[in-house]
């Protein structure tokens, strides 16, 4: 179950913080509408990696689409491995 608390529970901010744990971030509303989330630091560590990763893995995506695909020997050459 979300935690969804009025941004106005700030005032006693120690309460809204304590509520929050990994993989249960403490969403605020303001005038009645979702506007804010405050989510543990390794949660966002983790989030952040997610979305780097994903970047990339289009990225390469796009390169092979582009490009092609590397032939598994010439891979083994540029690493050096015979």
Do not use: C, H
């Not at 966002?44 to 796009?62: D, G, H, P, V």
């Amino acid at each position: 179950m979300p935690n969804i608390r009025p941004v106005s529970d700030l005032r006693n901010y120690t309460d809204v913080l304590k509520d929050i744990t990994i993989d249960s971030p403490v969403f605020l509303t303001k005038n009645g509408r979702g506007r804010y989330a405050i989510v543990d630091m390794e949660d966002y560590e983790r989030t952040r990696a997610i979305i780097k990763l994903m970047s990339k893995l289009s990225e390469s995506e796009q390169i092979t689409k582009n490009e092609g695909w590397i032939d598994g020997d010439d891979v083994m050459g540029i690493l050096g491995v015979e």
